[in-house]
């Protein structure tokens, strides 16, 4: 049986905005992590699943939020489910959408925040740094900035990810001179860390014997309030990517997402291991 956002209630507490005998998408907290490599209370999210019903004590994780990121999680369930999404992952197949919360620059600067950012970035301990050479190519596309209401010193960014690497967007936007607020690893010195937001939003993906669909909890109330302007390009894209499901392309293709959950073919340029990092 398949069940639809708003039909599909919650597991873990966590809200499930698709189900199926193969997966689960659910929102993530900020603050929960999605796996542990030691778990003995069972806190992360990925544990707090297994343990809600015997038919989910299988379930794995073929991508990570951090931490500190909230947002959609996919979930498999099944053997057959984590084949089928590592594979997707690795063919660069699945497409996903941020919002994210920056100090804003000067308003000359602004506009050099949109548009495709190339980095190399390389893993030291706990942190990513950008470096000259030697590094893994890491792309980030910012689609359009707005001001936070009743914020003016700060931005909410639309942001797409062509690759998954550790930090990226962090490590991104700081390199940038624009890093999330709070973000107390690569951010400002004084910074609440409580005023850190970054949300995986949107998310096209395949799931086990169905074409692509399109995933936004458009009603989400642990969102914060956006400017009208953002919505506005937000839900272009999300229409934009609905009438590509409605093309019906094959599942595989191109795809994009929505405001409930829709249809069609899919993609997103991340390696399976990229995939799999947090964000």
Same mark, same amino acid.
């Given at each position: $049986? ?14 499930? @905005? ?9 929102? /993530? ?15 992360? @999210? ?9 038919r989910f004590e299988n379930a ?11 947002? @959609? ?14 594979? /997707? ?5 699945? /497409? ?19 548009? $495709? ?54 490590? &991104? ?28 939003t949107l998310l096209r993906f ?39 499901? $409605? ?31 947090? &964000?």
């Open positions: $049986m398949i069940e639809r956002i708003g039909q599909s209630g919650k597991v873990a507490s966590l809200p499930v @905005l698709f189900r199926s005998e193969h997966e689960l998408v659910v929102v /993530k907290p900020a603050g929960v992590a999605s796996e542990l490599t030691s778990d003995p209370r069972g806190s992360s @999210l990925v544990s707090r699943i297994q343990a809600h019903e015997a794995r994780l073929p991508h990570r939020l951090d931490r500190v990121t909230r947002g @959609l999680i996919v979930i498999a369930l099944t053997d057959e489910a984590i084949a089928h999404h590592n594979e /997707k992952i690795r063919l660069g197949l699945w /497409k996903k959408l941020y919002l994210a919360c920056v100090h804003r620059p000067d308003s000359s600067r602004v506009d050099d925040l949109l548009g $495709m950012h190339r980095l190399y970035l390389r893993t030291r301990g706990r942190q990513a740094h950008v470096v000259r050479s030697g590094g893994r190519p890491a792309w980030t596309e910012v689609l359009a900035a707005a001001p936070v209401p009743g914020r003016l010193d700060r931005l909410h960014l639309l942001i797409q990810l062509h690759t998954g690497r550790m930090h990226q967007i962090r490590v &991104t936007l700081a390199h940038l001179g624009t890093p999330l607020v709070g973000d107390w690893l690569y951010g400002r010195d004084g910074d609440d860390e409580r005023d850190f937001y970054l949300e995986h395949a799931p086990v014997d169905q074409d692509s669909m399109a995933i936004h909890w458009q009603e989400d109330p642990d969102r914060p309030d956006l400017a009208p302007e953002l919505w506005q390009r937000l839900d272009g894209i999300r229409m934009e990517w609905t009438r590509e499901t $409605m093309d019906g392309r094959p599942n595989g293709e191109e795809c994009g997402d929505q405001g409930t959950t829709q249809r069609s073919g899919d993609r997103e340029t991340a390696g399976r291991e990229a995939g799999r990092r947090s &964000t």
